[in-house]
């Protein structure tokens, strides 16, 4: 059996399309929305081809229609392409992100999978690194053989006490230093982090082409070219 994880698309249409791969199964683990300029078509996407998801951070607050007021980096952004997100999702599409679970169990033939977000203490919200010592404490009382997670944007595979914590990275908004699509295939309890290249420029002029202040789309554009989250110090947005 082989099973396609992904995590953290972001509205990257260009980079879920590069992802080419043969699977009985896809997973997805949360954050369609935000940051890039198509949110919808992977939304439908997801919708199509992902037989089990659960709902992101973005997700939930696109959902709830969240207030945000980021000033810097990321947060700007996150702020910014928001407003983005909400325009362009119609009620039924949002009412989709708000009934994803934030966290589900999956049987695969032999294996059994959780799905998460963050961690299974903070579904939503808490930073996992690739941390024995806090993933021996967050898999206490979880009954699965592998747990997918996102939500860093940074990729891993992690087995603590005979169960494996898998990370795919970001499809579409990596922070590792490579911009690639980030994701993994599972097979038959083998785990393959990969990459792919996408066609950046493609986003680019999706990018050009939405109604995001100029300063938001200089600071989206090198986020995506360079594969990095520390775009607060590439460049400091005005008031
Ligand atoms: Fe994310």
Redesign the pocket.
């Known amino acids: 059996m082989r099973i396609l994880l992904l995590a ?1 698309i ?1 509205g990257n249409w260009p980079a879920l399309q590069a992802i080419q791969e043969q699977y009985d199964f896809c997973l997805f683990v949360g ?1 369609l929305v935000d940051y890039g300029p198509q949110p919808r078509e992977c939304l439908h996407w997801v919708r199509r081809h992902a037989f089990f998801s659960v709902r ?1 951070n ?1 997700d939930h607050a696109v959902a709830q229609r969240a207030a945000t007021n980021g000033r810097n980096g990321l947060k700007y952004l996150t702020h910014i392409t928001r407003q983005l997100s909400s325009q362009l999702l119609n009620s039924e599409e949002i009412r989709f992100l708000a009934q994803q679970p934030v966290s589900r169990y999956v049987t695969l033939g032999d294996a059994r999978f959780l799905l998460v977000h963050g961690t299974p203490r903070d579904p939503l919200d808490e930073y996992a690194p690739a941390d024995a010592e806090l993933w021996t404490r967050r898999l206490a009382g979880v009954d699965a053989d592998f747990v997918v997670v ?2 860093t ?1 940074l990729p891993y595979v992690l087995t603590v006490a005979g169960r494996t914590v898998i990370n795919p990275g ?1 499809v579409g ?1 990596p922070r590792d230093g490579d911009p690639r699509a980030s994701y993994a295939i599972w097979q038959d309890g083998r785990i393959e982090l990969k990459r792919v290249a996408y066609d950046v420029e493609a986003l680019v002029q999706q990018i050009h082409k939405s109604p995001l202040p100029e300063q938001a789309k200089r600071m989206s554009i090198e986020v995506f070219r360079t594969g990095t989250g520390n775009v607060a110090e590439l460049i400091q947005p005005g008031r």
Do not use: E
């Open positions: 953290d972001h954050d992101g973005h996102g939500h944007h970001s908004q």
